[in-house]
């Protein structure tokens, strides 16, 4: 089984269309969540971080759910402009003192086309 | 402006010529890394470094070496290349302090070995 493992899609939905992407992780161990959005021939770059609590940013949402070792994205009233890759990463935490070493983990990433 | 810079961002070169790609950060971050993209495999770790003189195989390593002797430069060397090490390859920072630090990516290398 992969470390982390994403629906790699190809997800082709409308303008204004909500869409849900959901990303499986098999370290329990895990503690940091991470969604990255990355254009075609581009580098990453970071879109959210995932918090226990669920967090939102303006039309996308990040939930975490430690118990089934998922987390999901949701990105509503989708915008041409949001047509990209998305992946999420994983960290574990292997220091209690504060900061992470863990290895940072990719899923290998879900398109997303959002069509006229 | 903080950023992560690599050069070159394109290179053909040939089977067994050595190069290097360097990877420069301007924000004192104590974390680097390389990663190589392909399809189907998605963002794999080459190698990372936890600070100066401290660095470690990540998932793919073999035909590859670094070296950390400033902490803002972590270059990428291919002593002998071969065909299978095309690919694009990113090099990212983040500091050390804090539980949910994200990586910051440089623009990319697509390297050709032909």
Redesign the interface.
Known sequence: RKEVEQDPGPFNVPEGATVAFNCTYSNSAS??F?WYRQDC??????LM?V?SSGNEDGRFTAQLNRASQYISLLIRDSKLSDSATY?C?VRP?LNAG????G???????TILTVHP | EAQVTQNPRYLITVTGKKLTVTCSQNMNHEYMSWYRQDPGLGLRQIYYSMNVEVTDKGDVPEGYKVSRKEKRNFPLILESPSPNQTSLYFCASRGLNGNNQPQHFGDGTRLSIL
Do not use: D, I, N
């Open positions: 503690q940091s991470f021939r581009k580098e990453p770059k970071l971080s918090y992946l990463a935490m504060g900061t992470s070493y290895k940072l983990t990719f899923g290998q990433g």
